[in-house]
C-alpha cells in the first residue's frame, strides 16, 4: 500500500480530477441535508467506505456502516489491522477496536487474540454488557460465548516476513519523549520505532466515522497497534475519546499514529470538544496536532499522528503531524482519496 499517492482509485477518473482542481486539502464540504456521507483513514479506507455506503446510500443506521465498513479492512491482507497484521515483539497479533453511536453508547475491545473481527466484538461489548471495555482473555470469552470463531494462532505470509526482518535487529527505540518536559522517559519502555528503516510509518489503523441520511453521527476504529509493540501494550484506537469520540450534536473523531500521544491529550475527544467551541473539523484536528507537538518538542519529528473529523453539517476536517497521510470519502457526489494537510515533511 502506498500512502503517498495522492488521489487514487476513485471510481471515476472525473471524480478525481475535479478534486484536484478544487485543492486536494481544501475542498468545501458543505453537505446537502439527507446526504450521507462516510470518510476513514488511509487508502484502505476507499474499500471500506464502499461497505459502509452500501447501508448509507438505502438509508441505513451509521453504526451499521461503520461497522461494516472496517470489518473490509479487518479481513485484507494488511500490515496494521486485523489477524494479517503484523504480530507484537513476541510474535503475538493483539488487537484492539472500539464503536460508538449517535447516543454516546459505546463499547471496545483491547488485547483481544484469535478473533476475526474485533469491531463486531467491541459492538457486542457495548449492545450486550454493561461494560465499555473487554480486554485480553476476558475479551477473548466473551468473543468466543457470543459466537465468534477462535481463529488459527498463526501469522499471515507477509507478517511472518517482517517479523522475520524485524527479529534480525530487534530495534527497541525509546519513542520519542520531550525531555524538558516532565515526562519520564523511564515510564515509556522500549517500542520498535515508528519510522521504519524504509521510512515507512510503522503504523495504520482504520478509523472510520459517518453520518446517515438522518444526520446521526457514528464511528468505529480498528488495529493491530503498533508493530512490534511490548506485550500488552493497547494504544489509543479502542480508549473512547482518544482513538475514537462521536457526540452527536457536535461532531466526530477518529485518530492514527502514534497511540501513546493520542491517548496523552484525549486526542479525539479534544478534537470534537474544539469543534463544539465553533473551530470547523480541519481547524479543530490543527489545533489537537498543535498541542501533541508542543508536548513532544522537537521529538514531534519522530513521530506521526493524524485526526480525521466530521462535523453535524457535514464537514470534513483532517490534520498530521507529517506529510503522507491521506484518509478516504464517499458521498453521493464524490469518491476520492484525499492527502492531509500537516505541519512537516
Ligand atoms: N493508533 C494506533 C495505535 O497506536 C496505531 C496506528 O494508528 O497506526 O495503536
Known sequence: MNRRKFVKASAFSSMALSIQKIGACNFDSAVVKDNPIVISTWDAGLRANKAAWQILKDGGRALDAVEKGVMVTEAEQNCCV????????????????????????CGSVAFLERIKHPISVAR??????????????????FAVAEGFPLEPQELSEQAQKNYDNWLKKSKYTPPAINVESQINPKNHGPFAPYKLDNGEW???????VAMDAKGNLSGSCTTSGAGFKMRGRVGDSPIIG??????????????TGQGEDVIRIAGSHTVVELMRQGLSPEEAC?????????????????IQVAFLALNKKGE???YAIHKGFSYAIKRNDLEALIPSKYKME
Open 82 to 105: 486485523g489477524l494479517s497484521a503484523n504480530p507484537d515483539r513476541d510474535g503475538f497479533v493483539t488487537l484492539d477496536a472500539s464503536i460508538m453511536d449517535e447516543y454516546f453508547n
Open 124 to 141: 457486542r461489548v457495548m449492545e450486550k454488557t454493561p461494560h465499555v471495555m473487554l480486554v485480553g482473555s476476558g475479551a477473548q470469552e
Open 202 to 208: 510503522n503504523h495504520d489503523t482504520i478509523g472510520m
Open 242 to 255: 482518544a482513538g475514537l469520540f462521536v457526540d452527536n450534536e457536535i461532531g466526530a473523531c477518529t485518530a
Open 286 to 302: 490543527q489545533k489537537a496536532i498543535e498541542r501533541i507537538m508542543k508536548i513532544k518538542g522537537k521529538d514531534a519529528e519522530k
Open 316 to 318: 470534513v476536517g483532517t
